[in-house]
T-cell receptor, first 115, second 114 residues
Framework: DGGITQSPKYLFRKEGQNVTLSCEQN?????MYWYRQDPGQGLRLIYY???????QKGDIAEGYSVSREKKESFPLTVTSAQKNPTAFYLC??????????????FGPGTRLTVT | AQTVTQSQPEMSVQEAETVTLSCTYD???????LFWYKQPPSRQMILVIR??????QNATENRFSVNFQKAAKSFSLKISDSQLGDAAMYFC???????????FGAGTRLTVKP
């Protein structure tokens, strides 16, 4: 079955600790994305990557870091510098290329709670 | 930067009836894509329908259809014969052809009453 997996589904951390959220896809998609979702708000882009070993900041990249060492994997680290890390995090991927509509396919999400 | 506005935070519909969710967007581009995504209580985002801006014909997918008004920058979603399983958050999204940035609206929560 092709798709995007995120683990874990729920994650709890103490304030001041870094935490890494996993995202893996077997769709052979070029691009991958990380979004944050807060109540009453839409999705806000944290980082995205169009190719291995390259990534760009989104609207709210401060306090987050990513890596893209493999096409299939795009882990997100929430650092202690992120002021308000408790949120629902969604990973997505899409095909790139001329003429491609670029709809994004999403993983099931990770709910991060920091206390 | 493009913005997407969903002016209806909540909507409700009677089962088997029709409901329309509104979406407007702001852009100076002529070519782009528009999407509607559904997020049920499981929180899994599901693509409902896609519209290419260069196509005049409105997209349809079974009970879901859109009313795309390019000049007015409006992209509404019509759900016909509403079912209990349609209850979810619905997000409108805009994707520029110039980059891979996708902009989402704040969402509309749809309740379906039996």
């Amino acid at each position: 079955d092709g798709g995007i997996t995120q683990s874990p589904k729920y994650l709890f951390r103490k304030e001041g600790q870094n935490v890494t959220l996993s995202c893996e896809q077997n769709l052979n998609h070029d691009a991958m994305y990380w979004y944050r979702q807060d109540p009453g708000q839409g999705l806000r882009l944290i980082y995205y990557s169009q190719i291995v070993n390259d990534f760009q900041k989104g609207d709210i990249a401060e306090g987050y870091s990513v890596s893209r060492e493999k096409k299939e994997s795009f882990p997100l680290t929430v650092t202690s510098a992120q002021k308000n890390p408790t949120a629902f995090y969604l990973c997505a991927s899409s095909i790139l290329g001329a003429g491609a509509p670029g709809e994004q396919y999403f993983g099931p999400g990770t709910r991060l709670t920091v206390t | 930067a493009q913005t997407v506005t969903q002016s209806q935070p909540e909507m409700s519909v009677q089962e088997a009836e029709t409901v329309t969710l509104s979406c407007t967007y702001d852009t100076s581009e002529s070519d782009y894509y528009l999407f509607w995504y559904k997020q049920p209580p499981s929180r899994q985002m599901i693509l409902v329908i896609r519209q290419e801006a260069y196509k005049q014909q409105n997209a349809t997918e079974n009970r879901f259809s859109v009313n795309f008004q390019k000049a007015a920058k409006s992209f509404s979603l019509k759900i016909s014969d509403s079912q209990l399983g349609d209850a979810a958050m619905y997000f409108c999204a805009y994707r520029s052809l110039n980059n891979n940035d996708m902009r989402f609206g704040a969402g509309t929560r749809l309740t379906v009453k039996p």
